[in-house]
């Protein structure tokens, strides 16, 4: 994968590089991530229905998964387990306390592939702290991800969602400036809510049977997602579901054994 997601980059080709082939999985069952999408801030900016009117240019039966809120060690260890047996690649938006507290998960994450993206320091309501605090938070994020995987790349696309979607178009003008992907979601779990994983499970296949692809939203500090997590990523497998594994351009940090320090 290293070697063609390189070439693609080089060559500028930022979302018609959407057909590279994740590496192989060793176990000829597991679901697997069937292609990596690269992403920047020029082509495109925002996504997610329930926020943007664009979203990621998935197929029919795509899914990209991320999680936001973490790390927690005792509900994330269990996602990435999860996730490992079964060769899918995710994207976590961490928030930047959770990583300053947990940096050996934050690393663990980027050892096994999967992309990070900034969820602030402190998950505020941005659009309700004014301007300059909301920059300060979100800038407070970013370095404490910085602080435990080292710096990205000079011009490399970051990835960012905004707590509670909460976002005002100075802030989304802002992330855009600064390169940032702005991940809403196409839809989600709900599991903010109480729920058993069962009660889960049947809500997301259900809606994700409607929607048919899509960016699924869930949170990896909860422990019904952590539990549910193995029935549903079997669920996609069975379906005809493939995942796609979003990669900020110029970014190879979430490439295993490449990029910023996992160790």
Not at 110 to 138: C, E, F, Y
Not at 144 to 164: M, N, S
Not at 215 to 241: E, S, V
Not at 248 to 253: H, K, L, N, R
Request: proline fraction near 7%; charge should be positive.
């Amino acid at each position: 994968m290293k070697t063609a997601l390189n070439a693609c980059l080089i060559v500028g080709l930022v979302m018609t590089c959407g057909d590279v082939h994740a590496a192989p999985c060793p176990r000829p069952d597991a679901l697997g991530t069937a292609r990596t999408l690269v992403v920047d801030a020029k082509t495109t900016p925002r996504v997610g229905l329930k926020s943007f009117p664009q979203t990621l240019p998935l197929n029919d039966k795509e899914v990209v998964l991320t999680f936001d809120d973490g790390p927690l060690p005792a509900t994330t260890g269990k996602v990435l387990a999860a996730l490992s047996a079964e060769c899918v690649q995710a994207t976590f938006f961490v928030v930047g306390r959770n990583a300053q507290a947990s940096p050996q998960m934050l690393k663990a994450m980027v050892r096994q592939g999967h992309s990070v993206g900034n969820h602030t320091w402190s998950h505020p309501m941005l659009n309700q702290i004014g301007h300059a605090k909301a920059l300060a938070d979100i800038d407070k994020g970013f370095a404490a991800d910085d602080a435990v995987l080292g710096p990205v790349r000079p011009g490399a696309a970051r990835l960012f969602r905004f707590p509670f979607f909460a976002s005002t178009p100075a802030l989304l003008d802002d992330m855009e400036s600064r390169g940032a992907v702005v991940f809403g979601a196409d839809l989600w779990a709900s599991d903010w809510l109480k729920m058993t994983p069962q009660q889960e499970l049947d809500l997301l296949t259900a809606r994700l049977a409607h929607a048919r692809k899509g960016i699924i939203l869930l949170h990896d500090t909860k422990y019904q997602t952590a539990a549910m997590l193995p029935a549903f990523l079997r669920y996609l497998k069975q379906n005809g579901y493939k995942v796609v594994h979003v990669v900020p351009a110029g970014d190879t940090s979430s490439t295993p054994s490449n990029g910023r320090a996992a160790d």
